[in-house]
């Protein structure tokens, strides 16, 4: 059996134990301008290249009999750590040629690059000055990352490093997997000695590497990471390289990407997904493979197509995202094949329709029939790129919902168009046949901003009325009026304009629709206020600090009625967090948390519950916010108007295998922010 202090010396080559880990949180100060200015590039690009690429490449994603594997090849192939270190002498990439790496991404039309500099396995790709489990102790010794970086720069693109706080290979790195206790023992282990070598490394490449656009931080779910520790890691980042974009994954925030209040770093980091609408509100990045592997697999041929992927592209900028498209280069330091064809394929459309894509916003659509759409404001115009994937056999490309005057058209790579004004709607005569099958793009100028006829949106914390629920409307257009009622009916010309947040006090159904002028050009959006009576406290005294907590063993696919159960163990908690045996997650486990819910003031709360598995909260007997069932983090919400005073509750909740992880917040329908739920909310009898 290997031993720890074995484990030890073969990964930290110089430990530090001197510097003092700097706990701070405090994110440099940033004007909403500044934000914008270190962000403009990365708006611009829309467009980048992943590469996942270390040691777990020599396996090429086999494993025994099992050909599935890639860069989580070390946990799914259940490998020692001892077998796993002798590919370490087997990396030597002769045939990595950075400056042709390069070129491929800056011929396919993309503006950065993000390089694994370490994955899960904790092996560096650069010359790390804190370990020897790293590039620089292989037989290829050259610093990798260093390498791309040059090339990339020259080729004029943004160098990009993605960095995993997870660590399989660290000694000081927790939790353990249950499969590796015997091979490699937590004894000893001090998390936070880890996190200063993070912090080591992150400094080095943000400082000896050139100008770093991107830190790409993954592995942040295990229980060991925490809010605290992410905000503090971003303001380190921040402090050490002030002009870096750090993404939300550096801290827990990914389980909110839906709520932007709730996002850690500078943008969301959608995976393997476009979400419907985008991610209103904040920046974000569709991260997604070419194929089903991040890492390269040689048995994986399940290849997107060229279509799929410039579809892909074009849907993501569409909706005001950027699309950073994976490649897993091979052990001998070249991409497979299938890739360099689609990485060429996609640079000749590229080539000839970038500008629909680069420094261009979210459609001001929301759904076209023919294709998708984004939009350029300039001096005086807006110029709406129309990339249509359905090409109009008619010949009349019809723009629907459009309110400017069109000023001209012209087909990317083709010809000149005409085009007329309709009633609501713009009408573009396109030649017979399109440029490109896959998608042939029409740049369309129309006059001033964009007005666009669709109906506002009404968003409100709750539809439950108790003392005021602010209200905001969202229009299409800054040139078109919001009008609105609160009786139900249709608005006219002589309803009230939405001009701010309203305060709706009463019961009611507030309607409203965009009228350009005295006419109403969309349809009606409604939502109903219902009166909301606060459930009283409950008459009780003398209440003790802290809920209940009972802990039961079992496996579940959804939560028991653990009322009917034996608990292993009772005590009592002033935090809601999920299990842990030290610091290590607990499997196989429920909790039942019961006591009371201090209530502040009167008013309607909403409650905010995350969990991986399944739970449920109940207040005073009825359910809030149901969050059942096997999935990783979810976060569901629900709303209950509360009188002041103690409330009795019950938060159910389950862990069945792996990542582990419960949170509960709560706020007031008209305060500010969210709060957790803990040492002064939770009193029991």
């Not at 294709?371 to 115009?381: A, E």
């Not at 002028?517 to 206020?529: E, H, I, L, P």
Request: with cysteine; hydrophobic share 40%.
């Amino acid at each position: 059996m290997i031993t720890f202090a074995a484990i030890a010396a073969a990964a930290i080559l110089h430990p530090v134990h001197a510097p003092k880990l700097i706990q701070s949180s405090v994110i440099p100060k940033e004007s909403k301008a500044a934000h914008d200015a270190r962000m403009h590039w990365w708006r611009n690009a829309r467009f980048g290249m992943f590469i996942h690429w270390g040691l777990y490449a020599i396996p090429a994603g086999k494993w025994g009999d099992k050909t599935n594997y890639a860069e989580w090849i070390r946990e799914e192939a259940h490998i020692p750590v001892h077998e796993y270190e002798k590919l370490q002498p087997k990396f030597n990439p002769v045939k990595f040629n950075p400056d042709l790496w390069a070129a491929m991404a800056k011929d396919a039309g993309m503006k950065y690059v993000v390089l694994t500099t370490k994955h899960h396995d904790g092996f560096n790709m650069f010359h790390s000055k804190y370990t020897d489990w790293s590039v620089e102790h292989t037989p290829y010794k050259k610093d990798v990352a260093a390498m791309l970086a040059n090339s990339v720069r020259k080729k004029g693109l943004q160098m990009g490093f993605y960095h995993s706080i997870m660590d399989w290979h660290h000694p000081d790195y927790l939790p353990r997997r249950g499969w590796e206790v015997a091979d490699r023992p937590a004894d000893g282990a001090n998390f936070d000695r880890f996190n200063q070598y993070l912090r080591n490394d992150v400094k080095q490449i943000l400082t000896e590497y050139g100008k770093i656009g991107v830190l790409w931080f993954d592995g942040e779910w295990e229980n060991t990471w925490n809010a605290n520790l992410g905000d503090s890691l971003y303001a380190f980042c921040r402090q050490v390289n002030p002009t870096v974009i750090v993404n939300n994954r550096v801290s827990v925030g990914r389980a909110g990407i839906e709520d932007a209040r709730l996002m850690a770093g500078d943008y969301g980091t959608p995976e393997q997904t476009i979400p419907a609408t985008g991610l209103p509100g904040q920046d974000w990045e569709t991260c997604m493979t070419m194929n089903d592997h991040w890492g390269y697999n040689a048995a994986d041929t399940h290849w997107k197509s060229t279509t799929v992927l410039l579809h892909n592209l074009i849907d993501i900028a569409s909706k005001g995202g950027n699309y950073l498209l994976n490649i897993g280069p091979r052990a001998d330091g070249t991409f497979p094949p299938e890739a360099v064809e689609r990485l060429h394929d996609m640079g000749q459309w590229m080539h000839v329709n970038g500008d629909s894509i680069y420094g261009t916003t979210a459609s001001v659509f929301e759904k076209l029939p023919w294709g998708r759409s984004t939009t350029k404001l300039m001096r005086g115009k807006t110029r709406l790129y129309l990339q249509v994937f359905d090409w109009p056999k008619d010949g009349k490309l019809v723009v629907p919902g459009l309110g400017n005057r069109p000023l001209s058209a012209r087909v990317l790579g083709g010809s000149e168009c005409s085009v007329v004004k309709g009633d609501g709607s713009v009408t573009v005569t396109v030649p017979a046949k399109p440029v490109n099958s896959i998608a042939t793009v029409v740049a369309l100028d129309v006059v001033g901003a964009p007005i666009v006829y669709k109906a506002p949106a009404i968003t409100a914390d709750t539809s439950l009325v108790y003392g005021g629920v602010p209200v905001t409307m969202s229009g299409p257009s800054a040139s078109l009026q919001i009008r609105y009622t609160s009786d139900g009916s249709v608005p006219r010309a002589s309803s009230p304009v939405y001009t701010h947040t309203i305060y709706v006090s009463a019961p009611c159904t507030l309607s409203c629709a965009t009228f350009n002028g005295a006419t109403r050009v969309s349809s009606v959006t409604s939502m109903v206020f219902h009166p909301a009576n606060p459930m009283p406290a409950a008459t009780v005294t003398a209440l003790i600090g802290g809920a209940n907590l009972s802990t039961y063993k079992g496996t579940w696919d959804k939560l028991p009625d653990f009322v009917n159960l034996t608990p292993e163990s009772t005590t009592t908690t002033s935090t809601i967090k999920n299990p842990m045996d030290g610091k290590k997650a607990m499997e196989n486990v429920g909790e039942l948390y019961t006591g009371y819910i201090r209530i502040q003031k009167d008013g309607v709360y909403v409650f905010a519950l995350s969990s991986d598995d399944g739970s449920r909260l109940m207040i005073d007997d009825k359910l809030i916010v149901d969050n059942d069932g096997p999935h990783g983090v979810i976060r569901k919400t629900g709303e209950v108007a509360l009188a002041v005073g103690p409330h009795k509750f019950a938060l159910a909740y389950f862990n069945g295998t792996g990542d582990a992880g419960l949170d509960l917040k709560m706020k007031r329908v008209g305060s500010a922010g969210w709060k957790t739920v803990g040492q002064n909310d939770l009193f029991h009898e």
